[in-house]
């Protein structure tokens, strides 16, 4: 089945500076992609959905490109703020919502 | 809009007791429910797709048998915890959809501690 690898697993950036996470799939028919937002003790707060044919997809505060041929996904916060700290997860899904794959999470700290 | 409803948000149970939670949709027909564990310091792991009229397809490492899931009709399912042991808690996330190709709704969340 797909595998999604999602790195670094610990992330911590200056307020105002970016911050990056990556992840990578391995099944070539996923078709969509998300970015989720967890923050302590609290469930998945969706961020983005991606679908794959668009590469570049901006949000408030940050941005997500997919590389179909690399089949890289990642999530820019171009300007980190103490809010954004929380752990963040892609998820990859095939057409059909049958399954989804999430990444292992990335514990971002945003230090003031 | 959409939602989706996880009852009871937090649960203690016994080591070797069975433990119950339910996923409801609000707003949509939900088709397909999947149901996921997080263990603490982890990801989440898919537990097993139920789609109505189909038969329920379980994650390897997940079993019918452990984790018996219901889904009677396009607004409801239940999991069951059975035995539930140390490595059983954690946060327990149903997501619902249509099944066309739109948005997963994800509840908030059944949070299992096992003492």
């Known amino acids: 089945g797909e595998q999604v690898e999602q790195r670094p697993p610990h992330l911590s950036v200056r307020e105002g500076d970016s911050a990056v996470i990556t992840c990578t799939y391995t099944?070539?028919?996923?078709?969509?992609f998300f970015w989720y937002k967890q923050e302590p003790g609290a469930s998945l707060q969706l961020l983005m959905k991606?679908?794959?044919?668009?590469e570049i997809n901006e949000g408030q505060g940050f941005t997500v490109l997919l590389n179909k041929k690399d089949k890289r996904l990642s999530l820019n916060l171009t300007a980190a703020h103490p809010g954004d700290s929380a752990a963040y997860f892609c998820a990859v899904s095939a057409a059909g919502y049958q399954n989804f794959y999430f990444g292992k999470g990335t514990s971002l700290t945003v230090i003031p | 809009g959409a939602l989706v409803y996880q009852y009871p948000r937090r649960t203690i149970c016994k080591s070797g007791t069975s433990m119950r939670m339910e996923c409801q949709a609000v707003?949509?027909?939900?088709?397909?429910v999947a149901w996921y564990r997080q263990s603490p310091q982890k990801t989440f792991e898919l537990i097993a797709l139920?789609?109505?009229?189909?038969?329920?397809?379980?994650e390897q490492n997940f079993t019918q048998e452990k984790f018996p899931i219901s889904h009677p009709n396009l607004s409801f399912s239940s999991m069951t915890v059975l035995n539930a042991y140390l490595e059983d808690r954690g946060l327990y996330l149903c997501?619902?959809?249509?099944?066309?190709?739109?948005?997963?709704?994800f509840g908030k969340g059944t949070r299992l501690t096992v003492v």
């Open positions: 991606v679908f794959s044919s668009t």
């Open positions: 707003g949509f027909q939900a088709t397909s």
């Open positions: 139920s789609t109505v009229n189909s038969a329920i397809k379980y």
């Open positions: 099944d070539p028919n996923s078709y969509y």
């Open positions: 997501g619902a959809t249509t099944g066309r190709d739109t948005e997963v709704f």
